[in-house]
């Protein structure tokens, strides 16, 4: 294929996902209000992976290969599992503003993992844009932060799901050379799906009395920020850096924004404005690629995006 073509598509995949995240922190902040941490963790992950399962079938994907089962399982666990559990139980201990400030310190962890464990290129570009962006992010986050809204318990959950986020991303990057981003996505979320069973009894409980639109969210969670925007993730994924990918989910915040001001009628102040305007430029940056005397240098093309808090959401 093409280079450019290659290029062109996985800026696309990647604009999906960091739409799709972002949309998820409003669907989470209405299921949450029903339904518990890890019932809403495990339903969503049920949902993507029925969702899944039928798109394999139709393309008659098997299972990974056993070099990959590594990767998968780890990251299964950590990301599709830990991670969504724990920030789920987080944003409930914290406000919105200080859940995606210490989320999105996942970025800069994969960074540094990315580099140690993947031998991931730092260029300066990347680490400029991924300091403009945090900034950004820092930005956005103490704007909307609630004095008091506060709890080190919360703090300490979103700190942890951006330790399971980076560690996450990190495993899935090797599987991604053995296997298609369908089943990488798809066995992931089976495994996390299996570490959330014993939320099965509170989702029974739970779902039985809420009302159909957290129901519905929770559904819409599991086949669109889950199923769609992990496997288009993994496609964009295996095709560029660990630490270039963590750095375009720093388009999340100013998504996020947006569509709580559009859907919510949230009005962001100026300090928000700005600070999504800071995480933009940063992702624009860290995305682009130095020029050389013959010209531009071949690369994965700025994502025309904006995307959100994590994420992973």
């Given amino acids: 294929m093409n280079p450019r073509r290659t290029e062109l598509l996985a800026a696309g995949a990647a604009t999906v996902t960091v739409v799709l995240w972002a949309s998820a922190f409003v669907s989470i902040r209405s299921a949450g209000e029903a339904y518990s941490p890890g019932a809403l963790a495990l339903g969503r992950l049920l949902s993507g992976a029925l969702a899944l399962g039928v798109i394999c079938l139709v393309r008659r994907e098997g299972l990974p290969p056993r070099e990959a089962w590594r990767g998968v399982a780890v990251s299964g666990v950590l990301w599709f599992g830990f991670y969504m559990v724990v920030l789920n139980w987080g944003e409930q201990q914290v406000d919105a503003g200080t859940a995606a400030l210490v989320v999105n310190i996942g970025p800069l962890l994969i960074a540094l993992l990315g580099a140690r464990l993947l031998g991931d290129a730092m260029p300066p570009r990347l680490l400029a844009g991924m300091a403009v962006s945090f900034a950004g992010a820092v930005t956005v986050g103490l704007s909307m932060t609630d004095e008091g809204g506060s709890s080190v318990l919360g703090v300490v959950l979103c700190l942890l799901a951006a330790i399971a986020y980076a560690g996450g ?60 925007a992990f496997t288009t993730w993994a496609y964009a994924l295996a095709r560029t850096t660990a630490s270039r990918m963590g750095a375009t989910t720093y388009a999340v915040p100013a998504l996020v924004v947006l569509m709580s001001w559009l859907a919510l009628g949230e009005v962001p102040g100026l300090l928000t404005l700005a600070g999504g305007a800071l995480c933009l430029a940063g992702v624009a940056v860290s995305r682009s690629r130095a020029r050389t005397a013959a010209g531009p240098v071949t690369g994965t093309a700025p994502v025309p995006r904006p995307e959100k808090a994590s994420d992973s959401s």
């Avoid at 996390?192 to 739970?206: M, R």
């Fill in 169 to 228: 991303v990190v495993a899935q990057k090797p599987a991604l050379g053995s296997a298609s981003p369908l089943q990488v996505t798809t066995s992931g979320c089976l495994v996390g799906a299996v570490v959330c069973l014993p939320f099965a009894g509170q989702l029974v409980s739970e779902a039985a009395h809420a009302p159909a639109s957290a129901t519905l969210n929770m559904v819409y969670l599991g086949v669109f920020p889950t199923a769609l």
